[in-house]
Each structure stands twice: as C-alpha cells, then as structure tokens.
C-alpha cells in the first residue's frame, strides 16, 4: 500500500520553530518530486513547498521564503519541510504530496496531514 506520512506538527509560539517530516512507504520517494501544502482553517489549500526528485530544485511560496527550508533523505525516503521563524499566519494542518513533477492538487499521492499551531 502506497502511503505518505506526515509528522512533527505541535503547537508552538510565535518566532519558534519546528520541523515536519514526510515519510513515504509501498514507494521510493527517489522517482518523485514532493510537495508541501497547507490548509488553515476556513482557507483554500495551498501550495508552501516543493522539491525535485534529485533535490537540487526548491521552490517557495512567497509567505514563507527566507523561513522555511525543504530537504530531503532519499535514503530515509522522507522529506522535510523546516520551519523557522514561525507566525500565527502559518497555523495550518500541513500535507505532503508526491508526483513525478511538483505536486498540484491534482496529485495522486497525499498524506492525511499534521497539524501546526503557532499560538503565544
């Protein structure tokens, strides 16, 4: 059974940090780019992250570039999302998702999220 896992969401206050991790099984991530979306409460889902199968391509949303950093360890297969500098603005369950070019929200492959509260 092809799965994404997520983990790492907490609460955490305003200027902390945490970071989430995107675990894959059934699959190697190798072959995939991944990408990292979030939705907050009442708000369209959106794209945050993503990086390439070899992981030298990143890309950012504009809200979160300068303070958050994607990596990943295909030897883990899994993928990271390290968020830094945390506002009350990113309060979000965040997912992961894999396609063999950046995930939109049409991809297949989707974890079932884990959630982020950044709250003093």
């Known amino acids: 059974q092809l799965q994404l896992v997520e983990s790492g969401g907490d609460l955490v206050q305003p200027g902390g940090s945490l970071r989430l991790s995107c675990a894959a099984s059934?699959?190697?991530?190798?072959?995939?780019?991944i990408g990292w979306f979030r939705q907050a409460p009442g708000k369209e889902r959106e794209g945050v992250s993503c990086?390439?199968?070899?992981?030298?391509?990143?890309v950012y949303a504009n809200s979160v570039k300068g303070r958050f950093t994607i990596s990943r360890d295909n030897a883990k297969n899994t993928v990271y999302l390290q968020m830094n500098s945390l506002k009350p603005e990113d309060t979000a369950v965040y997912y992961c998702?894999?396609?063999?070019?950046?995930?939109?929200?049409?991809?297949?492959?989707w974890g079932r999220g884990a959630l982020v509260t950044v709250s003093s």
């Open positions: 998702a894999a396609d063999y070019g950046c995930p939109t929200g049409e991809s297949t492959y």
């Open positions: 059934g699959f190697t991530l190798d072959y995939y780019a």
């Open positions: 990086i390439s199968r070899s992981g030298h391509s990143k």
